[in-house]
């Protein structure tokens, strides 16, 4: 059974960085791709990254602009975002998913994590 928990997020300045983490407890994320996921207040999720099940492919939404890149590592069965240059408009909760499509990206999310905050401070 998957069990994503995430973690790494807080309270940040305008430029600063976090590294966000997401852990299977169930131990059974190396079978699929992994996305991240943000929300806003009032706005809808959307989808930030994804990496597939092997880490030799990666996905990014336009609006990272190089800015994070997420990898993992499948002993630890977790999967991690690193976020650099952080802006005031990165400011969501961030939730890792399994990805819907098993293996490879689609940027659809299927089983879900709780989530954890990122305040990026101007």
């Known amino acids: 059974q998957v069990q994503l928990v995430e973690s790494g997020g807080g309270l940040v300045q305008t430029g600063g960085s976090l590294r966000l983490s997401c852990t299977d407890s169930?131990?059974?994320?190396?079978?699929?791709?992994m996305d991240w996921f943000r929300q806003a207040p009032g706005r809808d999720r959307e989808f930030v990254a994804a990496?597939?099940?092997?880490?030799?492919?990666?996905d990014y939404a336009d609006f990272v602009e190089g800015r994070f890149t997420v990898s993992r590592d499948n002993a630890k069965n977790t999967v991690y975002l690193q976020m650099n240059s952080l802006k005031p408009g990165d400011t969501a909760r961030y939730f890792c998913?399994?990805?819907?499509?098993?293996?490879?990206?689609?940027?659809?999310?299927?089983?879900w994590g709780q989530g954890t905050q990122v305040t990026v401070s101007s």
């Open positions: 998913a399994t990805d819907r499509a098993g293996a490879t990206i689609s940027r659809r999310g299927g089983y």
């Open positions: 169930g131990r059974t994320v190396g079978r699929y791709a």
């Open positions: 990496i597939s099940w092997d880490g030799r492919s990666t």
